[in-house]
């Protein structure tokens, strides 16, 4: 399979505990994205990397959130103490380039429940 | 505030009909736009984008209509097919950003 990565596709976890979720994007794209789905909501921005630049963080919610991609491909998002507001579905998507040429290709989603 | 609009969750098309979903922007920086559809438990695929510089673009059955002093585009599928059921999202970006602004999704319903 070429697609987009997500490991797990589910997860539950107790509030208060820590989350990595993980993307394996399309090999050769040098961009990756992370948004998340909130029920009825629409996809939210919440982190960019693009090759060696330094990524872009604006849209994490709290300093609860990080990621990071190593080597240039696989990327982890690590919650930390897990509060129920976090429950959502997980977007990992990649591009071959950045620019609007370059639609971005997701992944199925982790879907996360914070209970 | 919500940049990107889709007011309609919900649409029902019969089979063979146009089907027509609307989406409306706030931000006036905005100058590229995207259309991306969404089956149940699969992430968004990407189906058809336009420019600001243009007022239409065409894709098969996929047309993208953008109305800049409205501040508002459509997609129109036709006809339709029951395939075309999914949750269709619009997005936004501006001055080659990364960053898409979507809005919440319209849910399509074509029946056979």
């Known amino acids: 399979g070429a697609g987009v990565s997500q490991s797990p596709s589910n997860k539950v976890t107790e509030k208060g505990k820590d989350v990595e979720l993980r993307c394996d994007p399309i090999?050769?794209?040098?961009?990756l994205y992370w948004y998340r789905q909130s029920l009825g909501q629409g996809l939210e921005f919440l982190i960019y990397?693009?090759?060696?630049?330094?990524?872009?963080k604006s849209g994490l919610p709290s300093d609860r959130f990080s990621a990071e991609r190593t080597g240039g491909s696989v990327s982890t998002l690590t919650i930390q103490r897990t509060q129920q507001e976090d429950s959502a579905v997980y977007l990992c998507?990649?591009?071959?380039?950045?620019?609007?040429?370059?639609?971005?290709?997701f992944g199925n989603g982790t879907r996360l429940t914070v209970t | 505030d919500q940049q990107v609009k889709q007011n309609s969750p919900s649409l029902s098309v019969q089979e063979g009909r146009i089907s027509i979903l609307n989406c409306d922007y706030t931000?006036?920086?905005?100058?590229?736009f995207l259309w991306y559809k969404k089956y149940p438990a699969e992430g968004p695929t990407f189906l058809i984008s336009?420019?600001?510089?243009?007022d239409k673009n065409e894709d098969g059955r996929f047309t993208v209509f953008l109305n800049k002093s409205a501040k508002h585009l459509s997609l129109h599928i036709v006809p339709s097919q029951p395939g075309d059921s999914a949750v269709y999202f619009c997005?936004?970006?501006?001055?080659?950003?990364?960053?898409?602004?979507f809005g919440k999704g319209t849910k399509l319903t074509v029946n056979p």
């Open positions: 090999s050769g794209h040098t961009a």
């Open positions: 997005a936004a970006t501006q001055g080659g950003s990364e960053k898409l602004v």
């Open positions: 990397f693009q090759g060696n630049s330094a990524p872009d």
């Open positions: 998507a990649s591009s071959k380039e950045t620019g609007n040429n370059s639609p971005l290709h």
């Open positions: 931000n006036s920086m905005f100058d590229y």
């Open positions: 336009i420019s600001s510089i243009k």
